[in-house]
C-alpha cells in the first residue's frame, strides 16, 4: 500500500537550516558517531512539525562492514536517526531539563521501502501524535532521493538518563 510522505518537500525550504549542529547538541545528547541529524530545516514550534536531514558519510563507521562492497545505511541507524529527530522535538517541548531524556520506547507500524546509501542525503520528518512528558508518539519518516525509504511512529519515554561529557568529549565536538 502506498504512503504519502508526511510533508511536501517542494513546499518548504530546504536550503534553510533553523537548527544547525551546536544547536541540535543543545536538546539531544547524542555525540560522535551517533549524531545521526546534521541540520533540522523546517520546524514548527506550534505542532511540532519538523524536517532535518543526515549526510551520509563515505566514511561513516558502519560503511565498511554493513554490507562490503555495496554499503547500506541501516535500518536501525535510519530509525535512530528518525527518533533523535523526534527526542528534538520533545525536548523543545517540555525544555532542557538535564535529569531526562526522551528515550526510545518502542516503534510501531514501521515499514522499510527503500535504502540509503553513502554519499545520500536521508531527509528525515517527523509529526507528533501523542506528547506528553512521560510517553510521547511521532509519526516519522525518511526520504532519499524523493522516495519514501522507512515510515512508521516512534514512541518515546522519558528516562532519568544525563549525558556526562569529560573535558576531552566537549573539546572533541567543538
Not at 545505511?73 to 528534538?88: D, H, R, T, W
Not at 522535538?89 to 525544555?95: L, M, N, Q, S, V
Amino acid at each position: 500500500m502506498p504512503v504519502s510522505p508526511l510533508f511536501d518537500l517542494d513546499q518548504l525550504d530546504l536550503d534553510s537550516v533553523v537548527f544547525d549542529k551546536n544547536a541540535i547538541r543543545s536538546h539531544n545528547p547524542h555525540r560522535f558517531e551517533f549524531e545521526l541529524i546534521d541540520a533540522i530545516c523546517h520546524f514548527d514550534s506550534e505542532t511540532l512539525d519538523a524536517v532535518g536531514y543526515h549526510d551520509l558519510k563515505e566514511d561513516a563507521f558502519w560503511v565498511r562492514g554493513h554490507i562490503p562492497g555495496t554499503p547500506i545505511f541501516p535500518g536501525a541507524l535510519m530509525i535512530e536517526s528518525a527518533a533523535q529527530l523526534s527526542a528534538f522535538c520533545y525536548r523543545h517541548r517540555f525544555g532542557q531539563e538535564s535529569d531526562r531524556f526522551f528515550g526510545f520506547g518502542g516503534i510501531d507500524k514501521l515499514s522499510f521501502r527503500g535504502m540509503a546509501s553513502p554519499g545520500q542525503r536521508l531527509w528525515m520528518m517527523c509529526k507528533d501524535i501523542v506528547l506528553n512528558r512521560r510517553r510521547s508518539r511521532f509519526a516519522v519518516q525518511g526520504i532519499v532521493e524523493d522516495r519514501i525509504v522507512f515510515s512508521g511512529e516512534i514512541i518515546g519515554v522519558s528516562m532519568p538518563v544525563v549525558a556526562k561529557l569529560d573535558g576531552e568529549a566537549q573539546a572533541q565536538q567543538a
